[in-house]
């Protein structure tokens, strides 16, 4: 049974995805999909725009055949956290044989394995000219293509501007990290669809959507509660919230700000728009920032079933059979099993997911949505 690993958000689902998953099935013959998500925020610093039940039940119904959450601490994360708490969320299922992703073009399998180990070893010349670009004010991604650029060919690196690529190669440096065989295919993506597009034709069209700006209350009655109350700074080892930019918030912005104004007021060259929401999102939800890459268990201390396809059962007992961690279908008897830091990445997961139900009830009232130990599995 040759079941193939796949890393989406869904956010939200569309044309795209299903091209995505219809080819997996017949390009890669593939007998299951295993799929890991994010579930109320995304990585690019946002929370979902509709509600995670939702787009797995999308997900579902055009051919993933089992849906694993991908913890908020990675889902809410840099490129290479995200992709390294997605591939350790996989191969923990001890069934995956291949891991797919959506790529620009056709993935050139060489350049990718020496690019990935390069960046994973991070010579000490490599890191020199990095720090060097980045205190000249580049964006991250513009300085790392700058230090990489005495070490490969420039028109190669041209691969790296795009964010499915640095995706892909994110997942083979997770791949790599972890010693694994597995194998990392990349399937073009097909022109015309885009999360993005749907997700301005939604906001244009006044559809049901969860935005950012919805969380523009909250944000700035956590910012005062931690420095009226706790009388603390979010500033120190564990947070990308640095003194400059705890500081330019204290001095520049005013309760009337929305968060997309805060966001445009705090970003700089260096600190992109999506970089820049993605520490605020952090900031609200205390989740700490970790770059330390950690093994296998560090990433996935369990995998939580968000649904499955009633006709895929026998892929969920054979989960159950080859799992290296627990597995969480029913959270309420399933979350003893969970080591320390297991209750702690869950616990992180489950309080992101009341915020945004909180936020998205009050928005939506008639969406009903239930808390995560009345939600159970999604079966299709």
């Avoid at 620009?104 to 070893?121: A, K, P, V």
């Avoid at 900031?283 to 890459?293: A, S, T, V, W």
């Avoid at 029913?330 to 936020?359: H, M, P, R, W």
Wanted: aromatic share 10%; glycine share 4%; with cysteine.
């Amino acid at each position: 049974m040759k079941v193939v690993g796949v890393i989406a958000e869904l956010n939200p689902f569309h044309e795209g995805h299903a091209y995505l998953l219809e080819s997996i099935r017949k390009e890669r013959g593939a007998d299951a999909i295993i799929l890991v998500m994010s579930t109320d925020f995304v990585q690019r610093g946002e929370p979902a725009i509709l509600p995670y039940h939702r787009r797995v039940h999308d997900a579902l119904e055009n051919g993933a055949d089992l849906i694993l959450s991908l913890p908020v601490r990675w889902s809410l994360a840099s490129a290479e956290s995200f992709a390294f708490g997605a591939v350790a969320t996989l191969l923990s299922t001890g069934l995956i044989d291949e891991i797919v992703c959506g790529t620009e073009g056709e993935l050139d399998n060489t350049f990718l394995q020496d690019i990935s180990e390069y960046l994973l070893m991070e010579p000490e010349e490599y890191k020199i000219k990095l720090q060097a670009a980045l205190k000249t004010g580049l964006s991250f991604p513009k300085a790392r293509l700058l230090a990489l650029s005495n070490q490969f060919d420039g028109n190669r690196l041209t691969f790296l501007q795009s964010a499915n690529n640095i995706l892909a190669t994110e997942y083979r440096k997770a791949l790599h990290h972890f010693h694994s065989h597995c194998t990392l295919t990349g399937i073009p993506r097909k022109a015309g669809y885009s999360a993005h597009q749907k997700r301005e034709r939604m906001v244009m069209e006044k559809q049901e959507a969860i935005l950012p700006d919805d969380f523009t209350a909250t944000l700035h009655y956590s910012h005062w509660f931690h420095t009226h109350i706790l009388h603390t700074s979010p500033y120190d080892k564990d947070s990308e919230f640095n003194k400059e930019l705890f500081n330019r918030y204290c001095n520049q912005i005013t309760p009337q700000h929305s968060l997309t104004q805060i966001i445009q007021t705090l970003k700089t060259k260096q600190y992109t728009y999506t970089r820049i929401s993605r520490i605020l999102f952090r900031y609200l939800l205390c989740l700490p920032y970790n770059n330390e890459k950690g093994s296998l268990a560090d990433y996935a201390p369990y995998l939580r079933v968000l649904g499955f396809r009633r006709d895929s059962k026998n892929l969920l007992s054979l989960l159950l059979q080859h799992a290296k961690v627990p597995v969480i279908k029913k959270l309420a008897n399933d979350e003893k099993k969970l080591t320390k830091d297991g209750q702690i990445l869950l616990q992180q997961e489950l309080s992101a997911q009341a915020l945004y139900q909180s936020v998205a009830g009050q928005k939506y009232p008639h969406w009903q949505l239930k808390n995560a130990y009345e939600t159970g599995m999604i079966i299709v």
